[in-house]
C-alpha cells in the first residue's frame, strides 16, 4: 500500500511558475512509476506527465510538453511536477498517481493503482 500526499499548489499569475510535490509513505516507492493528473472545473480528468521508477523514462501530455517536468527524488519518496509559463487554463485540481505497472498504459488510461487526495492550482490572468 501506498500512500500519496501533494502540496505546493496555490494561487500565481499567468506566466508564472509553482512545483507541486508528491511525498509517497512505503518502502517500495522507487519500485513505482508515477505520474501526474488534473481535474478542470466541468472538465474530465487528464493526464499530465509520468515518470518510470528509476527516472530513466517520461512522458507528458501535448498540452503541457515543454512547460511541465516531472522527476523524482527516491532517497525522498518524493515525485515533483516543475510547471513554468502557467496559463490562466491550467487552473485545476492537481493529482499525483503511483503504479506497480512496468509500463505507463496504466497512466495513459487513467487507471493508476494509487492516488492522492489532490492540490488545488489556480493560476489568475
Known amino acids: 500500500q501506498v500512500q500519496l500526499v501533494e502540496s505546493g499548489g496555490g494561487l500565481v499569475q499567468a506566466g508564472g511558475s509553482l512545483r507541486l510535490s508528491c511525498a509517497a509513505s512505503g518502502r517500495t516507492f522507487s519500485s513505482y512509476n508515477m505520474g501526474w493528473f488534473r481535474r478542470a472545473p466541468g472538465k474530465e480528468r487528464e493526464f499530465l506527465a509520468a515518470i518510470s521508477w528509476s527516472g530513466s523514462r517520461t512522458a507528458y501530455a501535448d498540452s503541457v510538453k515543454g512547460r511541465f517536468t516531472i522527476s523524482r527524488d527516491n532517497a525522498k519518496n518524493t515525485v515533483y511536477l516543475q510547471m513554468n509559463s502557467l496559463k490562466p487554463e491550467d487552473t485545476a485540481i492537481y493529482y499525483c498517481?503511483?503504479?506497480?505497472?512496468?509500463?505507463?498504459?496504466?497512466?495513459?488510461?487513467?487507471?493508476?493503482?494509487?492516488w492522492g487526495q489532490g492540490t488545488q492550482v489556480t493560476v489568475s490572468s
Open positions: 498517481a503511483g503504479d506497480r505497472s512496468s509500463s505507463f498504459g496504466p497512466f495513459y488510461r487513467g487507471s493508476p493503482d494509487y
